[in-house]
């Protein structure tokens, strides 16, 4: 939302803005492809995934788009969102694919590109989840379901360290400490500059099945 519209990027290709004071429609526009992303604003700007993988970036004035970046396609449609990150300049989104994709806010020209899978991913794009980009101190920290947690510098798209943890949720991060839980239920702890496995805790060890 801005202050005064809500903006909507629906599954079947339509972008809209509307007026949060009386709910009337200011406009709508049908794009190429059905979105898969959340929507991040910027000064005059929104910024949207379609299911293409092309990063797209819009009017909020009258949703008109003002550039577009394609990434690599898939066969397949995602079962997760992609998400999408903006700071010094820069969005920054990983697609259904891994990839993580840098481009020039105003130009939408790329600044540099990380693919974190291999080719053969792409016959496993429906059951593959990444979490939700996080940004701290110019690092952005990420995982997936295929045994990955990655910390990348925001900048020039360098990777800092990987560990072998399996979460497609979003890292939550305290002081020098990021906190996730596995697909299997474990909480891990993570020492954020250095990507060391602090503690792990099996959530589920005094859990009963009142059934």
Known sequence: TTNKNLLVADSIAKISSIDL?????IWSKKSEYPFNSEIKIYN???FVVDFKNTLRCFYLKDGSECWSL?????LTLSNSKNSLIISNKLVVFVNN????TAADIQSGAMVWQLPTQSSAI???TYSFKNSKLVLDEDEIYFSNNFNEFHSINLNNGSINWINDINSSLTP?????LIFTISENGYLFVIDKKTGNIIKIKDVFKNYTDKD
């Open 122 to 124: 792409a016959n496993s």
């Open 97 to 100: 694919l891994g990839d993580v």
């Open 172 to 176: 939550i991060i305290v002081n020098s």
């Open 44 to 46: 005059d700007k929104f």
């Open 21 to 25: 004071q009386n709910g009337d429609l």
């Open 70 to 74: 394609e990434t690599d396609k898939t």
